[in-house]
C-alpha cells in the first residue's frame, strides 16, 4: 500500500481544475481547455497506477484513507478501491481525457462549460471511492447536477426539456435513496455510515431488507436507466453536447448500476435474493424494448440513446443474476459500455458539428466521403452489437451465460433481443455510413490529428480488453470472488 | 445581575441601536448611519462569536439562561443582523425618509430576538416576542411604493396581532395547568390535557414566526412588500429565533408528546407541500423566496416533531446554514433590483453574462435552498430526515424528498433565467466593493459549510444538548 493518499489526489485533479477554471478569464479559452486537459491526463495516469498497485490476490478494499468528518455523527470521510471501483476509476479517466479532447473546438461560454464539467467529473470520482454512505450520496449528488446546466446551456433539440426532465427523474430517484440510505444507518444502531460495517452478514433482519431494497435499486436504478424509468435517458442524450453525453452514458448511468452492486446487494443480500427475479425481468424488458424502440429512430443519437437502454439493461440483468459470472459480466459491460457509447457519441458529434445534422436519412455513404471518421462510429457499432474481438462481447457473453444458467427464459429473451440490436446498428451503418452516397456532404472534412487522439485512444482501450479480458476480469473477479 | 459578560452579545446590540438612533436623531446622512450601523453589527457578530462560551443565569431568579442553545442562535441573529445591514447599502427599495432610521429597528428587533432565545420564563418569553416583532412591523411598510409596503405592513401586523393573542390565551392555559411560568417547572409538571392544550394554542404564534402553514400566508405578501433588506432580515433572523422559540415552547409538554408530534407531522407535510406547490407558480422573486420560506418552515418541524436531541440539533443546524444562504439570495434581489423595483424572475435573464460573479452567488443559493452540495442543504436535510427516520417516520422522509424533487424545479427555473436567457435589455450589473465583500463572505461560508459541516454541526449539537 502506498503512504501516498493517492486516490484524495485523483479526486482532487479535477476540483482543482474546476477551481482553476473558475479563476481565469473567459478570453482566455485555450489556457482553460489546456489546464483541464492536463488534468484529465494527470487523472488518467493515476488512475493507471491506482490499477497497478491493486494488489488483486489479496483483494478487498486497499489504498483506505479514513478521517473523521462530522465525527459527532459518525460520519467519515473514508476512502478505498475494490476490483469494481478500479475499474469503474478508469473508465471515469478515460471519460474525462476523452470528453475533454472532444470537445477542444468548443468556443461558447467555455468557462462555464469546463467549471460543470469538472464539478461533474469530481462528483463521480468521489462516489466510485468512498466507502462511507453519507460521502457517498453527496458526491452522487454533485455529479447530478451540474448535467441541468450542462444540457440545458450547450445541448440541442428541446434542451431546455430535456434538461429539466431528467433532472427531476434523477431527483425522484434521490428521493427515494434519502430514506432507505438513512434507513440503514438507523436500523443498524446508528453507529457507522461504513459501507464495510453494515456489509457484515446479520446486520439487517430479512424483513427490513426486503422492505428497504426496492427503494435504493429503484432509487439507484432511474440513473441506471432501468426501464421503465428510462424515458429520462434518451432525450437527454440526444439533448447534451458531445462531452456531455459521453459522461452521461460513458459514466453517470453507471453510477446508479454501481449503487446498486456495491449498496442496495451490497448491504441487503437477503432483500436482492428475494427481488431479484422481478427486477432480473424489468431488466430484461429493458434490453428488448430499448432494442425495439432503438430500430424505429432516425436521428443518429436516439438510436443510441436507446441502446444505451438496452446495453445498461444487461447490465442489471447481470446483477441481477447474483451470480459470480453474472456480476462479472455485469462490471465489465459497465466498462465496456462507457466506453463505446463515448466512442459512439464522440463520432457522432464529430459528424454533427459539420453538419447540424443528425438524421440518418438525411446521410449515405459517408464512408466515401469521411473514411476515418466512419471507421470511428464503425467500430463503436461493431462493439455494441458485442463483435468477438471487442470488450463487450466477453461482458454480454459472460452476463447471459448466468442468465441462462439462474431465469432461463429471460435469458433466451435477452438474447433474442441481441437480434434486434444487430438489426438497429445494421440498420444505421447501412444507411448512412455505407448507403448510396448523398452528394450533400462532399465537404465534409476528417478530424484533425488532435481530434483523432481521444477516438484512438478510446478504440485501443475497447480492442485491449476485447483481447485481454482476464486481465479485467483478474480485477473484477478479486471482488466477486470468480475469475 | 451578577455577571455583566452574559450579556456581551446584548450589550453590543444596544450599544448599535443606540448609536442608530443617535444617527437617526441627529439627522446625518443616509449613508453615515450604515456606515455606524455596519460597524457595530460586525462588532456584535465578533462579540457573540466570543460569548458563545458563557454560560449562567444573570438574575436571581430563573427567567433569563445564557447557555449554549442561546449563545449559538445568538450568533445566527447577529450574522443574520449583520448580512441584512451589509445589503441595506443600497436603499432603493426604502422610503427616502426613513432612510437613516431603519437601522434602529433593525437593532430594536434584532434584541428581542437574542432575548427571546434566552427566555426561560413565559412573561419573559412573550415581551421578547413582542419586543421582536414590533420593529419588524415598522420594516416591512417602509417600501418606497407605500400602497406595497402598507399591504405588506397590515398583512404581517394583522396576523402577529391574531397570532400573538391565541398565543396569549395558550400561556394562560398553561399557567392555570401549571400554576406556573417557569418553562423548566412547566416541563416537570407532567404535560396534562391542559397543559397540552395550552402548548398547542401557544404555538400558534411561534409557527406565524417560523411562517408555517396555517399561519403562513403573511410571508410570500410581506416578504414581496418589505424593502430589500427587511426581507432578508424577516427571512434570515427571525427563522433563527423561531427555532429557538419553538423548541422552548415545546420543551414545556414534558414527556407528553404523542398528540403534539401528530399535529406537527400534519403542519410539516402541509407548510412544505402549501409551499413549494405554490411558489412553483410565482413570477416575482421575492415572492418565489417567501413561498421557499414557508416550505423550510416545513423542513425545520422535521426535526423539530422528533422530540430528540438528534432532530433539535438537526433544526438548529439547518437554520443556522439557511442564513448564509438566503443571504446570498436577497444579495441578488438587492443587486438586481432597480431603482427598488421587485425583480422577476425574468429580469433575472442573462445574469452570467452582466454579473458572473452573481451568477454564480445565485447558483450557490438555489442550490443551496435545493438541497444540492457542495451547499449544506444537502447534510442539513440528511441530518433531518436522520432523526425522523430514528423516531420512526420512514414515510415522512419520502414526502419530504419528494417535497425537495419539486421545489427543485422552480429553483431550476431561476438557474435558467440567470444562464440561459439572454440578457436582452438588461444592463450590466456592477457590485459596489460593500456588496461583492458580502457576496464573497456569505458564498465562502456557504461552501465550507457545505464541504466541512462538522464545526457547526457540533456547535449545533452542543446547543440541543441543553434541552435534551
Known amino acids: ?483 | 445581575m451578577s455577571h455583566p459578560e452574559l450579556f456581551c452579545p446584548e450589550f453590543a446590540l444596544l450599544l448599535g441601536a443606540l448609536l442608530s438612533f443617535a444617527c437617526a436623531a441627529i439627522g446625518t446622512k443616509a449613508r453615515t448611519a450604515w456606515l455606524v450601523s455596519l460597524a457595530a453589527a460586525i462588532i456584535t457578530v465578533g462579540t457573540s462569536a466570543l460569548a458563545l462560551p458563557y454560560q449562567g443565569h444573570p438574575f436571581a431568579t430563573d427567567i433569563y439562561a445564557v447557555d449554549s442553545f442561546s449563545q449559538v442562535l445568538k450568533l445566527g441573529i447577529s450574522l443574520a443582523l449583520a448580512f441584512a445591514i451589509a445589503i441595506s447599502q443600497r436603499q432603493d427599495s426604502t422610503r427616502a425618509s426613513a432612510r437613516t432610521e431603519v437601522h434602529f429597528f433593525f437593532y430594536l428587533s434584532a434584541l428581542g430576538m437574542m432575548m427571546l432565545v434566552s427566555a426561560t420564563e413565559l412573561l419573559t418569553l412573550y415581551i421578547a416576542l413582542e419586543l421582536s416583532a414590533y420593529g419588524l412591523y415598522i420594516l416591512a411598510a417602509l417600501h418606497r411604493r407605500e400602497r406595497l409596503g402598507s399591504e405588506a405592513a397590515a398583512k404581517y401586523i394583522l396576523f402577529g396581532a391574531a397570532a400573538s393573542a391565541i398565543s396569549l390565551y395558550g400561556i394562560s392555559l398553561i399557567y392555570g395547568a401549571a400554576q406556573t411560568t417557569y418553562i423548566p417547572a412547566i416541563a416537570a409538571s407532567g404535560g396534562s390535557p391542559l397543559l397540552i392544550a395550552g402548548v398547542v394554542l401557544t404555538l400558534a404564534g411561534v409557527l406565524y414566526k417560523l411562517a408555517a402553514f396555517p399561519v403562513h400566508s403573511w410571508a410570500p405578501d410581506t416578504y414581496q412588500g418589505a424593502p430589500h433588506e427587511a426581507s432578508t432580515f424577516l427571512a434570515t433572523a427571525s427563522k433563527v429565533a423561531a427555532v429557538g422559540l419553538l423548541l422552548r415552547v415545546l420543551s414545556m409538554a414534558g414527556g407528553n408528546t404523542e398528540h403534539l408530534r401528530t399535529m406537527l407531522i400534519v403542519v410539516a407535510i402541509l407548510s412544505m407541500s402549501v409551499g413549494n406547490l405554490s411558489a412553483l407558480f410565482q413570477k416575482d422573486f421575492k415572492r418565489l423566496l417567501g413561498f421557499s420560506a414557508v416550505a423550510h418552515a416545513g423542513y425545520l418541524l422535521l426535526g423539530l416533531l422528533s422530540f430528540s436531541k438528534l432532530g433539535a440539533a438537526a433544526a438548529i443546524f439547518y437554520v443556522l446554514t439557511y442564513v448564509p444562504i438566503v443571504v446570498c439570495a436577497f444579495l441578488v434581489v438587492a443587486a438586481v433590483s432597480h431603482n427598488g423595483a421587485n425583480p422577476s424572475i425574468a429580469s433575472l435573464a442573462g445574469l452570467y453574462k452582466r454579473s458572473p460573479f452573481l451568477g454564480l452567488v445565485l447558483l450557490v443559493a438555489m442550490f443551496g435552498l435545493a438541497g444540492i452540495p457542495p451547499t449544506p442543504g444537502l447534510a442539513g436535510k440528511w441530518f433531518l430526515f436522520s432523526a425522523v427516520i430514528d423516531a420512526g417516520h420512514l414515510w415522512l422522509v419520502l414526502v419530504a424528498a419528494v417535497n425537495a424533487t419539486i421545489s427543485l424545479y422552480y429553483y431550476l427555473l431561476v438557474v435558467k433565467a440567470a444562464y440561459l436567457d439572454p440578457p436582452g435589455e438588461y444592463p450590466d450589473i456592477k457590485l459596489s466593493p460593500t456588496y461583492s465583500i458580502t457576496a464573497f463572505v456569505s458564498v465562502a461560508l456557504v461552501v465550507f459549510m457545505g464541504f466541512y459541516p462538522a464545526p457547526i454541526w457540533s456547535m449545533a449539537s452542543s446547543a440541543a444538548a441543553v434541552l435534551f
Open chain 1, 1 to 483: 500500500m502506498s503512504e501516498l493518499p493517492i486516490l484524495s489526489i485523483l479526486l482532487l485533479c479535477p476540483l482543482v481544475a474546476f477551481l482553476v477554471t473558475l479563476v481565469l478569464p473567459e478570453s482566455k479559452a485555450t489556457a482553460i481547455k489546456a489546464v483541464n486537459a492536463v488534468a484529465g491526463l494527470v487523472t488518467l495516469v493515476l488512475s493507471v497506477i491506482v490499477w497497478a498497485q491493486y494488489d488483486e490476490t489479496a483483494g478487498g478494499y486497499q489504498m483506505v484513507e479514513d478521517i473523521p468528518w462530522v465525527a459527532d455523527l459518525g460520519i467519515r470521510y473514508t476512502v478505498a478501491v475494490d476490483g469494481v471501483s478500479v475499474v469503474l476509476t478508469l473508465l471515469n479517466a478515460i471519460v474525462f481525457f476523452t470528453g475533454v479532447l472532444s470537445m477542444w473546438t468548443l468556443e461558447k461560454r467555455v468557462k462555464e462549460f469546463f467549471a460543470f464539467m469538472g464539478l461533474l467529473v469530481f462528483g463521480v470520482f468521489g462516489v466510485f471511492i468512498s466507502l462511507d454512505i453519507f460521502v457517498f450520496f453527496f458526491f452522487y449528488e454533485v455529479a447530478v447536477l451540474p448535467m441541468y446546466p450542462l444540457i440545458a446551456i450547450w445541448g440541442s433539440t428541446r434542451k431546455e426539456y430535456s434538461a429539466m426532465k431528467l433532472t427531476l427523474f434523477l431527483m425522484v430517484g434521490s428521493a427515494l435513496l434519502f430514506p432507505g440510505l438513512i434507513a440503514l444507518f438507523v436500523e443498524s444502531g446508528g453507529q457507522t455510515w461504513n459501507l464495510v460495517a453494515l456489509s457484515e452478514p446479520g446486520t439487517f433482519s430479512e424483513g427490513f431488507q426486503i422492505f428497504v431494497y426496492p427503494l435504493l435499486y429503484v432509487g439507484f436504478g432511474i440513473l441506471a436507466g432501468m426501464w421503465p424509468f428510462h424515458s429520462w435517458s434518451p432525450i437527454g442524450h440526444v439533448a447534451a453536447p458531445t462531452a456531455v453525453s459521453m459522461l452521461h452514458a460513458g459514466v453517470l448511468m453507471k453510477l446508479g448500476a454501481f449503487g446498486i452492486l456495491r449498496i442496495a446487494i451490497g448491504v441487503l443480500p437477503l432483500g436482492a435474493a428475494y427481488w431479484a427475479p422481478t427486477f432480473a425481468f424489468m431488466a430484461t424488458v429493458g434490453i428488448v424494448y430499448g432494442a425495439f424502440v432503438a430500430m424505429r429512430q432516425t436521428d443518429f443519437k436516439y438510436v443510441i440513446g436507446f441502446s444505451s437502454v438496452s446495453h445498461m439493461g444487461i447490465v442489471l440483468l447481470g446483477l441481477n443474476t447474483l451470480g459470480i459470472d453474472g456480476t462479472n459480466g455485469a462490471v465489465f459491460q459497465m466498462f465496456a459500455h462507457g466506453v463505446m457509447t463515448a466512442l459512439f457519441f464522440s463520432a457522432v458529434g464529430f459528424i454533427y458539428d459539420q453538419t447540424h445534422d443528425r438524421d440518418i436519412r438525411h446521410f449515405g455513404g459517408l464512408v466515401g466521403q469521411i473514411p476515418v471518421a466512419s471507421s470511428f462510429f464503425i467500430v463503436a457499432a461493431l462493439c455494441g452489437m458485442g463483435v468477438p474481438g471487442f470488450a463487450s462481447f466477453w461482458a454480454e457473453l459472460l452476463v447471459f451465460i448466468e442468465a441462462l444458467r439462474v431465469f432461463p427464459l429471460l435469458g433466451i429473451a435477452a438474447i433474442a433481443g441481441l437480434i434486434f440490436t444487430a438489426a438497429y446498428i445494421l440498420r444505421v451503418l447501412g444507411q448512412a455510413i455505407f448507403g448510396p452516397k448523398n452528394p450533400d456532404w462532399d465537404h465534409l472534412v476528417e478530424p484533425t490529428a488532435w481530434l483523432t487522439l481521444p477516438r484512438i485512444i478510446l478504440i485501443a482501450v475497447l480492442l485491449f480488453f476485447g483481447f485481454a479480458p482476464s486481465v479485467m476480469l483478474d480485477m473484477i473477479g478479486s471482488v466477486t470472488g470468480g475469475k
